[in-house]
């Protein structure tokens, strides 16, 4: 049974991957978030400075004099549903990782429902990591799926 579901898995990977609409914008749809997540993670240099738009919950992280943003939704994890996955968002296209001294009222609110857009860049803190330099973040009032299985 596993092997018949990784052998699907990568069979939506190949032939499905992410699609980008008329417009040139790759939408990650709610159907298959994760998966779509996962393929631009892994395969990210085909992305770079391609277009992207998600929606999900904003997320705030802050330790140490850094705050951290996401557009993320929920998903299993390894021992059950304590998962994230979505994008790191920036306004900064030369983000490094780091948001020192940020002008909080500039985001949403925790947990407030959005759709991200922006170009797909990276940065390297311990390894290459993904985030996207935003062009649009917009709070909207119908929420979508919070927790997503594929």
């Not at 990784?6 to 990650?28: D, M």
């Not at 996401?70 to 490094?96: K, L, M």
């Not at 996207?132 to 009032?141: F, I, Q, R, T, W």
Request: proline share 2%.
């Amino acid at each position: 049974m596993k092997k018949a579901l990784f052998v699907f898995i990568l069979f939506v990977l190949f032939f499905l991957g992410c699609t980008e609409n008329e417009g040139g914008i790759i939408e990650v749809s709610e159907n298959m978030f994760i998966t779509q997540i996962d393929n631009i993670n892994l395969n990210y240099r085909d992305y770079l400075g391609k277009t992207i738009k998600l929606e999900g919950f904003f997320m705030h992280n802050y330790w140490e004099g850094n705050n951290w943003f996401f557009v993320v939704r929920n998903t299993p994890d390894c021992c059950g549903e304590g998962g994230v996955t979505g994008f790191e968002v920036s306004w900064n296209p030369d983000y490094q990782g780091t948001n020192r001294e940020e002008d909080l009222s500039m985001w949403p609110e925790k947990d407030e429902w959005v759709q991200a857009i922006g170009t797909l860049e990276h940065y390297n803190f311990l390894g290459d990591r993904v985030f996207l330099a935003l062009s649009e973040l917009n709070v909207l009032e119908t929420r979508g799926q919070t927790f997503v299985f594929r």
